[in-house]
């Protein structure tokens, strides 16, 4: 194995580890609630009253931030290596993954590990598992990649 140094960037991966560790802990800490993208997106399509503003205003940073990122800097370039459908049918198997494992990677992998949370560890397991076992049969197994 070899590292790619021209792009390997562990100080901004750091700060951007160090932030979104801040982010939960301040939601957690300040709200009560875990920085779970999902259950965050979900609580807005069947919302309660009074519970919409926290939300609204969490997602808006998430939309934000990258348009605020690019005013000093230029975006990295992004280059997707998969066509419309495979892009579609990924994001419903992510979709329905979310669904089973009651809960996102985010909910699971940053605020339940951190909490020490047994079902998250399961949950970040499986997910770490699926991506590995997708990317090794993609590209090892099948005879189109």
């Given at each position: 194995?070899q ?9 901004s991966?750091?700060?951007g580890?160090?932030?979104?560790g ?7 800490l ?5 920085a ?9 399509l ?5 519970d ?6 969490f997602?808006?940073g998430?939309?934000?931030t990258?348009?605020?990122?690019q ?5 990295p ?9 495979a892009?579609?049918i990924?994001g ?7 669904r089973?494992?009651?809960?996102c990677?985010?909910?699971h ?5 951190s ?6 560890l399961?949950a970040?397991t499986?997910f ?11 590209r ?6």
């Amino acid at each position: 194995m070899q590292i790619d140094w021209q792009h390997f960037t562990p100080w901004s991966s750091l700060a951007g580890g160090l932030l979104i560790g801040l982010a939960a802990a301040v939601l957690i800490l300040f709200n009560g609630r875990i920085a779970g993208i999902s259950g965050i997106v979900g609580g807005l399509l069947s919302p309660r009253k009074g519970d919409s503003g926290w939300r609204i205003a969490f997602l808006a940073g998430l939309l934000i931030t990258p348009l605020l990122y690019q005013l000093p800097h230029a975006l990295p370039e992004v280059d997707i290596e998969a066509g419309t459908p495979a892009l579609v049918i990924a994001g419903l198997l992510v979709g329905l993954g979310v669904r089973y494992g009651a809960g996102c990677t985010s909910g699971h992998g940053v605020c339940g590990l951190s909490r020490l949370s047994p079902r998250s560890l399961v949950a970040t397991t499986c997910f770490m598992a699926a991506g590995f076992l997708t990317v090794y049969v993609l590209r090892h197994g099948l005879a189109w990649t």
